[in-house]
């Protein structure tokens, strides 16, 4: 059974950092891409960031882009948002997606999403 | 960078009632764009992908349909159930996008 679970939310000041765990299980993790995507308060889902199964790419969305690094260690099945000078507008839920396709990058359907985790700036 | 408009915004609803939820994108896609149903305070799941392939297990009442720009997810006969918020999301480039969302809501 597929699993997803992300870790590492918290309240943090204006212009720090924090690191975002995605914890995976269930499937050859090596093999699919991953995504992180938030949702903010009142608002809808946004894509935040895409990386390889390998790890060799990397794309950002525009709003985070030289803030924010993807990264994974396919040894602990595991993917990572490092999150830089962050701002209130990058407060929301914050949820780790499996790629539907195996060898992928990011043109594909996301099949299983985690739980979320919460990210307050204040 | 590809918008996706979504529409409407919010559909209150009563039993067995019917509803479409349409999503435009700017740019031809062709059939990259999937959708996903979001209960309150439920991850996303999901429902749809390429435009009108249901995923394992959803109810026969889901059905979707589109190519190219525009895009339709019907729900036939709701269900209690059916309450939350669609999204519609391209994968046809980075970045990817979503729809802005439609909440379903029971009357």
């Known amino acids: 059974q597929v699993q997803v679970v992300e870790s590492g939310g918290g309240v943090v000041q204006p212009r720090r950092s924090l690191r975002l765990s995605c914890a995976a299980s269930?499937?050859?993790?090596?093999?699919?891409?991953m995504h992180w995507v938030r949702k903010a308060p009142g608002k809808g889902l946004e894509w935040v960031a895409v990386?390889?199964?390998?790890?060799?790419?990397?794309d950002y969305a525009n709003s985070v882009k030289g803030r924010f690094t993807i990264s994974r260690d396919n040894s602990e099945s595991t993917v990572f948002l490092q999150m830089n000078s962050l701002t209130d507008e990058d407060s929301g839920v914050y949820y780790c997606?499996?790629?539907?396709?195996?060898?992928?990058?990011?043109?594909?359907?996301?099949?299983?999403w985690g739980q979320g985790t919460e990210v307050i700036v204040s | 960078e590809i918008v996706l408009s979504q529409s409407p915004d919010f559909q209150s609803v009563t039993p067995k009632e019917k509803v479409t939820i349409t999503c435009r994108a700017s740019?031809?896609?062709?059939?990259?764009l999937h959708w996903y149903q979001q209960r309150p305070d439920q991850s996303p799941v999901l429902l749809m992908k390429?435009?009108?392939q249901p995923m394992s297990g959803v109810p026969s009442r889901f059905s979707g349909s589109g190519f190219g720009t525009d895009f339709t997810l019907t729900i036939n006969s709701l269900e209690p159930e059916d309450a939350a918020t669609y999204y519609c999301?391209?994968?046809?480039?980075?970045?990817?996008?979503f729809g802005g969302g439609t909440k379903v809501e029971f009357k």
């Open positions: 999301h391209q994968s046809g480039s980075v970045p990817l996008t």
């Open positions: 390429y435009a009108s």
């Open positions: 269930g499937f050859t993790f090596s093999d699919y891409a």
């Open positions: 997606a499996k790629e539907g396709y195996m060898n992928g990058y990011g043109l594909y359907y996301f099949d299983h």
């Open positions: 990386i390889s199964y390998d790890g060799r790419n990397k």
């Open positions: 740019q031809h896609i062709g059939t990259n």
